[in-house]
């Protein structure tokens, strides 16, 4: 199957019954601008440009949200023990972004998505809901060019910065992903 744009990301997310079943849960819990990202977004695309017929499991399902009444991670851990009771079996694993520049010396995020901008690869930093009629929304502040085109490359937060690009090369290399979706390029960059 090929997949060249977001109606066609949006498609394969609705017509996947296990991928709705849990954006459906974290909807259920109301978190102030969530998103279900990174990982859960990508493979799926990359498993579909790959033919794979079974699911590449994940290591995680990254639930974000945007709080900053109560950056506490105690407050995460309780929204991941209500997924847990809701979806049992699932890795979910919630961040609260308006903490999260704390975590990553990084300025303050103003949102879910500009959280999601400051992840480390572009094929990374793709986030989907659900709004009030169930429509998959899908948010890629740095576009799908790369994710459909198989081409991992750092986000521009992360090219300008020498700290932050050995931070994305630590993660392309202990993440192996052309060990399994064996079409994806990866694009080291030298500082």
């Known amino acids: 199957m090929i997949i060249k744009n ?21 909807k259920s819990l109301n978190l102030p601008d969530w998103w279900v990202c990174a990982g859960f977004v990508r493979s799926k695309i990359w498993d579909v440009l790959h033919d794979f017929s079974t699911r590449t ?12 009444t109560n950056i506490d991670e105690s407050v995460e851990k309780k929204i991941e023990e209500k997924l847990i009771s809701l979806v049992p079996q699932i890795p979910w694993s919630v961040k ?3 903490r999260m520049h704390i975590k990553n010396n990084m300025p303050p995020f103003s949102s879910s998505v500009d959280g999601i901008s400051k992840f480390p690869e572009t094929v990374t930093a793709l986030g989907v809901k659900l709004d009030e009629k169930e429509n ?6 740095w576009g799908i060019t790369d994710v459909v085109n198989l081409e991992v490359r750092p986000t521009p937060y992360y090219l300008n910065s020498e700290g932050l690009i050995k931070i994305y090369e630590n993660r392309v290399l202990k993440k192996n992903w052309n060990s399994i979706w064996t079409n994806i390029k990866i694009h080291h960059i030298n500082h």
Not at 9 to 23: A, K, Q
Not at 58 to 68: A, G
Not at 136 to 141: K, M
């Open 96 to 98: 609260n972004q308006a």
């Open 57 to 68: 499991p994940i290591p995680d399902i990254d639930v974000i949200y945007f709080e900053l």
């Open 6 to 26: 977001k109606e066609d990301i949006v498609n394969v997310i609705r017509d996947d019954v296990w991928m709705m079943d849990l954006l459906r849960a974290v």
């Open 136 to 141: 998959v929304i899908l948010t890629a502040p």
